[in-house]
């Protein structure tokens, strides 16, 4: 039986080093199976084959582990449960089994005339904060945090003003959607006389 074990290879984007894969093809699933072979699979490696000189009675199963990029994120690594392959190849995707979050932030109602800019930083648990700069002329951005998932994201805002004109730093909230719409940081403090 040929095997063919491949990652897709875009590791590095999601802030992992590499991925181990161990498999399994002489014992049950889903008691605890021997690992008859463990391969270290990255984006210059990204595919293995081997072949095996009897086809194994039990289907191969195989689990897979993420090894993060300490220079991108602080997750600690995670493993997948047991899954079976379909045959002799195994196509993994790590985006699918360790999946990051994307979150857009755009600002909507707000006036550069007076406002120089905003610095938002945000922070996540496993992940390093990360800051993204709203001006004039970046009016939106993406964020991509590797290892957040679903896990809870807070930003917190400093709007700088022109010279001579106020600034205003909000206090953290929670960030509830992938889409952040920013507004004017000081509408709650307008008054309107029509």
């Known amino acids: 039986l040929e095997v063919a074990v491949r990652v897709e290879p875009e ?12 498999l399994s093809w002489s014992s049950q699933i889903p008691s605890d199976p021997a690992i008859d072979r463990t391969l270290l699979l990255n984006d210059d490696s990204f595919e293995e084959r081997f072949t095996l000189t ?11 582990r993420s090894l993060p990029d300490p220079e ?13 392959a379909a045959g002799g190849s195994i196509q993994i995707s790590a ?14 109602a707000i006036d550069f005339d007076w406002l120089d800019h905003g ?21 939106s951005a993406d ?26 730093t909000g206090p953290p909230r929670p960030v509830e959607d992938d889409l952040l719409i920013l507004d004017s940081p ?9």
């Open 119 to 139: 610095e938002l930083v945000f922070s996540a648990p496993n992940e390093l904060d990360h800051s993204l700069r709203l001006d004039a002329q970046t009016l």
């Open 54 to 64: 009897h086809r194994p009675a039990q289907p191969i199963a195989y689990r897979v």
């Open 11 to 22: 590791l590095a984007q999601l802030g992992l080093s590499a991925v181990e894969v161990e």
């Open 72 to 84: 991108r994120t602080q997750a600690s690594s995670q493993t997948t449960d047991w899954l079976e």
């Open 186 to 194: 000081f509408g709650a403090s307008v008054r309107l006389l029509v």
């Open 143 to 168: 964020l991509f945090l590797p290892a957040a998932g679903d896990l809870p994201v807070q930003v917190s805002c400093r709007w700088q003003g022109r010279p001579g004109e106020p600034s205003w």
């Open 95 to 108: 985006r699918r089994l360790f999946p990051p979050r994307q979150i857009t932030v755009i600002a909507n």
